[in-house]
């Protein structure tokens, strides 16, 4: 497979999809070797799909920060756009919630609590920078050679701007708002749904909703799942009661009721102090 540059050397497919692949590659630069992930995306049809590409490549390209894949160039080769990023070699959230499926709580408390800071830090980043990511779930959430998080797949990501609302059914079902279910507008807050999710998978093993019978009865159950209630008791019981109390305020039904990403930060003494020690020991430098 010749991705038409010369300085990437192919080592492997990383992933597939209908968007195309995702190639493990090494540079050849004998001063600077390193891995790095290209995502070939295949243009079926140039006018229709150039300026969503585009977006993805500039909304990456403006996002420099220590929990967001980093984005190092792009090119264009036959009838692929391939966009050069940095390699995340220890996988996905997906990955470590599979590894300890088995156990009940799911993913150990120290771990979990370093996972979960490293999503907010990123999140928060891309919300101050007006993007709404609109798919945010554990496949897109991944993780470095230090564990670190790395926020990625911006492909149908947005920059909000309060002139052009975002409407729209974009994303995955598990992890879609209610409101978006509904067909109403995007907004900050629902990727603040979608990270409740995450975070209930997390714990728990599986998602709040994956018990639904089919796609109807899915989206019955985001619209109204305040009245089905979730198992937070173990949340609260093994990660702490601050913990189980975020995520139900996380998967408020109601938009304007639902918390903030910057509400997060500051609404427990114990997240705020621990999240605030991890940010200010980055090192932002090299982004």
């Known amino acids: 497979m010749n991705l038409g540059d010369s300085s990437l050397q192919l080592i492997r497919v990383l992933g597939e999809g209908g968007f195309g692949r995702a190639y493990l590659c090494k540079t050849n630069d004998p001063s ?62 997906r990955d ?18 370093s996972l979960m800071y490293g999503i907010l830090l990123g999140l928060e980043y891309l919300h101050i920078r007006h993007v709404i990511h609109r798919d945010l779930k554990p496949e897109n959430i991944l993780l470095d050679s230090a564990n670190r998080i790395k926020i990625a797949d911006f492909g149908i990501s947005t920059i909000h701007t309060t002139d052009k609302p975002l409407h729209g059914l974009i994303g995955t079902y598990l992890y879609m708002a209610p409101e978006v279910m509904r067909g109403e507008k995007y907004e900050f807050k629902s990727d603040i749904w979608s990270l409740g999710c995450i975070l209930y998978e997390m714990c728990i093993g599986t998602n709040p909703f994956s018990h639904a019978q089919n796609l109807p009865h899915l989206k019955y159950m985001i619209q109204r799942s305040v009245q089905y209630g979730h198992n937070i008791g173990p949340i ?29 930060i500051k609404d427990n003494p114990k997240i705020a102090i621990s999240y605030y020690v991890m940010y200010f020991k980055y090192s932002y430098y090299k982004y």
């Open 32 to 93: 600077n070797q390193h891995y790095v992930c290209v995502k070939s995306i295949r243009i079926r049809q140039p006018n229709a799909e150039m300026k969503m590409l585009m977006q993805e490549i500039y909304i990456i390209s403006q996002l420099k920060h220590p929990n967001i894949v980093r984005f190092i160039r792009s090119f264009v080769y036959l009838n692929s756009l391939n966009i050069v990023m940095e390699f995340a070699a220890n996988g996905t959230i």
């Open 236 to 264: 609260s019981t093994y990660y702490g009661v601050e913990w189980g109390r975020l995520c139900e305020k996380m998967l408020n039904v109601q938009p304007k009721k639902r918390i903030s990403i910057s509400s997060i």
């Open 96 to 113: 470590v919630i599979s590894t300890h499926n088995n156990h009940r709580p799911c993913i150990p408390r120290k771990i979990f609590i």
